[in-house]
């Protein structure tokens, strides 16, 4: 959503903020975070530590065959979802990344948890 949001704003129009009310809010920057840290939601699907690989695959391929339906992606389109197609070892690395990037804000902020 926060890519849709930005593509209408190009350059340098738009600051990243913490929050997501009022103008009170620092960039995400301005506390310690990265110039690309900008929160956001996706969802996968995930197998317990082991799985076979052949299982891993075939996950993966019915959930291509699925985003792959025009009228599937419409209906995600609608709802503000931007379906993406990546392979398993993508997933990872995104998830990976992002909590690198989130933990290294949280050590900064001190942020512990509770």
């Known amino acids: ?12 129009h738009v600051r ?10 620092p960039a995400v920057t301005e506390i310690g975070g990265e110039e690309n840290t900008i929160p956001h939601t996706y969802f996968g699907f995930a197998l317990p530590a082991g799985a076979p690989a052949a299982v891993r695959d075939q996950l993966s391929l019915n959930v291509r ?15 503000g979802f931007e379906p993406a197609q990546g392979t398993p070892e993508e997933m990872r690395a995104t998830v990976e990344r992002d909590i690198a990037a989130f933990g290294r804000l949280a050590r900064t902020l001190n942020i512990q948890p509770e």
């Open 1 to 12: 959503m926060a890519r849709q949001l930005l593509a209408h704003h190009p350059g340098d």
């Open 16 to 25: 990243r903020r913490a929050g997501t009310i009022g103008n009170d809010v």
């Open 65 to 79: 065959q699925v985003l792959a339906d025009p009228a599937i992606r419409a209906k995600l389109a609608d709802g």
